[in-house]
């Protein structure tokens, strides 16, 4: 089993950074996707980031130029740094982890909440 533990989820104000980290461990051969998803209250959980194992990388239209993921295969992490917050940004945060097109893990969520 693959077992994800995001860190970094805080308060922050409107135009503000913080910076998401998800680590992976357990059962870590094959993964190759992994990515940030986000779900608001009343909405369904949305993709926000992937990034492949050779570093191509998705984001969706609304994060963006402000927010940037990354990974390191080495320390089997990937993080989400977020630039200018916007209030809509507000959400609990979820990393995942995918083996071929299968997800094989969900992190426990970490909530950011950007304050106007």
């Known amino acids: 089993q693959v077992q994800l533990v995001e860190s970094g989820g805080g308060l922050v104000q409107v135009g503000g950074s913080l910076r998401l980290s998800c680590a992976a461990s357990g059962t870590i051969f094959s993964i190759n996707t992994m990515g940030w998803y986000r779900q608001a209250p009343g909405k369904q959980r949305e993709l926000v980031a992937t990034i492949t194992t050779d570093g191509r990388t998705n984001y969706a239209a609304s994060v963006k130029g402000r927010f940037t993921i990354s990974r390191d295969n080495a320390k089997n992490t990937v993080d989400l740094q977020m630039n200018s917050l916007k209030p809509e940004d507000t959400a609990v945060y979820y990393c995942?982890?995918?083996?071929?097109?299968?997800?094989?893990?969900w992190g426990q969520g970490t909530q950011v909440t950007v304050s106007s």
């Open positions: 995942n982890a995918n083996r071929g097109y299968t997800v094989v893990a």
